[in-house]
C-alpha cells in the first residue's frame, strides 16, 4: 500500500516544482523530502522521478499517480468531513483566506456572522493575493478562501480544489475628473499613463490583457497593488487605472468612474472534497449571505 503521506508530498512537488518549495510548505529538510520521495519510488517499484539538469521532474508514472494522488486525498478529506458532520455542533479552527478588497467588504460581515451563530469556531483569517491561494489550501494553511479571475483573464481551475461561484462585480476605468472620452472608453486613454498591478499579480495581467483588446500596449507609470493607492494616484493626474467595484470605497475626489464591460469573479475555494465539513459549509452560508447583502451593482454570481 502506498503511504498517502508520501502522495502528498510527490502531488506537492508536482504542483510546486521544487524539493526546496516542497520542503518549505511542508517544514522539513529538502533532504527528508527526497528521502520521503525515494522511499515512494521504491514502493511502487517504477520510476517516478528522473533528473532534468539540476531539477527533478515527474515520469509519465508519476505524472499519473499525481493524479491518483489527488483522488485518495480528496476522499480523505470527505471522509473527514463525515466525521465532523456525525460529531454535531460547530467547533474547532477555521482558517480563512481573501484578497484584500473582500476582507473589508465581504469577510467582516461574514465572520460577524459566523462568530454569532457558531460561537465554539476559533475563526482565522489571512489576508492574501489569490495566486497563492491554491497552494495555500493544499497545504493546509487554510481551509476556505476567497479567490477570483476576470472574464477576459479566466484562471484555470485546480484539480486539488473545489469552488462554488459567489461574486460577479463591474471593473471600473478610473481616470481624472480633467480627462474627457468618447465612444470606447479604453481606446479614449490608449496615449495615457498607466498605474498597473505589479508583475505577475492578476491585476496586472488584466489591465495589459484588457489594453491588447482595445488595440495598444500601455505606457506603464506606476506599479500599485493597493486600488486605494490606484486611486490616490489617479486623483493626483499620475495616470489613469482599471479598479473593480469591491475596491472603490468612498468615491475619491478628482476621480470619475467609467464602467467597463470586463467583470471580476469572485469564488469560494476549499480543497476537493471539504465541501460537506460542517465548518466549511457554514463558512460558505456566511460569504453568500455577505455578497447578497452588498450595495450597488455587485451581485451574487448567476443572480
Known amino acids: 500500500m502506498l503511504d498517502v ?25 529538502p533532504s527528508a523530502v527526497s528521502q520521503q520521495l525515494a522511499a515512494l519510488q521504491r514502493q511502487a517499484g517504477v520510476a517516478l522521478l528522473e533528473r532534468a539538469g539540476r531539477r527533478v521532474t515527474l515520469t509519465p508514472t508519476g505524472e499519473a499517480l499525481v493524479r491518483h494522488a489527488e483522488v485518495v486525498l480528496a476522499a480523505l478529506e470527505a471522509a473527514d468531513a463525515t466525521v465532523a458532520a456525525a460529531r454535531g455542533g ?21 465572520l460577524v456572522a459566523l462568530g454569532r451563530d457558531h460561537p465554539a469556531l476559533d475563526l482565522m483569517v489571512t489576508e492574501l493575493d489569490p495566486v497563492a491561494v491554491p497552494d495555500a489550501l493544499r497545504d493546509r494553511r487554510l481551509d476556505v478562501a476567497l479567490v477570483h479571475d476576470y ?11 473545489d469552488s462554488v461561484p459567489l461574486l460577479d462585480e463591474t471593473v471600473y476605468l478610473a481616470v481624472g475628473t480633467d480627462r474627457h472620452h468618447t465612444g470606447d472608453p479604453m481606446r479614449s486613454v490608449r496615449d495615457a499613463d498607466w498605474i498597473v498591478g505589479s508583475p505577475g499579480t492578476l491585476c496586472h495581467a488584466v489591465t495589459l490583457h484588457a489594453c491588447e483588446l482595445a488595440g495598444f500596449r500601455p505606457t506603464v507609470r506606476h506599479h500599485a497593488d493597493d486600488f486605494t493607492a490606484v486611486l490616490a494616484l489617479v486623483a493626483a493626474g499620475q ?53 447578497r447583502d452588498l450595495p450597488g451593482d455587485e451581485r451574487p454570481a448567476g443572480s
Open 90 to 110: 460547530l467547533s474547532g479552527t477555521v482558517r480563512i483566506g481573501a484578497y484584500p478588497s473582500a476582507v473589508r467588504t465581504l469577510l467582516l460581515p461574514a
Open 5 to 29: 503521506r508520501r502522495l502528498r508530498l510527490l502531488r506537492d512537488l508536482s504542483h510546486l516544482g521544487t524539493i526546496a518549495a516542497v520542503a518549505e510548505a511542508h517544514t522539513y529538510t
Open 151 to 161: 472574464d477576459i483573464v479566466p484562471v484555470e481551475p485546480d484539480p486539488a480544489l
Open 239 to 291: 495616470g489613469v487605472g482599471l479598479v473593480p467595484q469591491l475596491a472603490l470605497g468612498r468615491p475619491s475626489t478628482g476621480v470619475a468612474l467609467v464602467p467597463l464591460t470586463i467583470r471580476r469573479r469572485t469564488r469560494i475555494a476549499y480543497r476537493q472534497g471539504a465541501g460537506g465539513h460542517p465548518a466549511v459549509a457554514a463558512s460558505v452560508t456566511a460569504l453568500r449571505t455577505a455578497a
